[in-house]
């Protein structure tokens, strides 16, 4: 490894990062009932932009965590 290398910094960087995904998805599915008021939508309408938020964070753990 070289000496420059930071291993740590950037697996840091990675769980600061997944973590603010979790915050921002957990705020998303909070609000959707409040979304779905304004809009006039059922639940069903509002939600898929919270499902693909979670598909993308589970695609990135996949990529990202080494075991593929």
């Given at each position: 490894m070289e000496a420059g290398a930071r291993?740590?910094?950037a697996l840091w960087?990675?769980?600061v990062g997944f973590f603010m995904i979790l915050i921002d998805a957990t705020i998303v599915f909070v609000a959707n009932p409040s979304i779905g008021k304004a809009l006039d939508?059922?639940?069903?309408?509002?939600?898929?932009p919270g499902f693909f938020?979670?598909?993308g964070?589970?695609?990135?753990?996949?990529?990202?965590?080494g075991s593929g």
């Amino acid at each position: 490894m070289e000496a420059g290398a930071r291993p740590w910094l950037a697996l840091w960087s990675l769980v600061v990062g997944f973590f603010m995904i979790l915050i921002d998805a957990t705020i998303v599915f909070v609000a959707n009932p409040s979304i779905g008021k304004a809009l006039d939508a059922d639940i069903t309408a509002v939600a898929w932009p919270g499902f693909f938020m979670m598909l993308g964070l589970a695609v990135g753990f996949r990529f990202d965590s080494g075991s593929g």
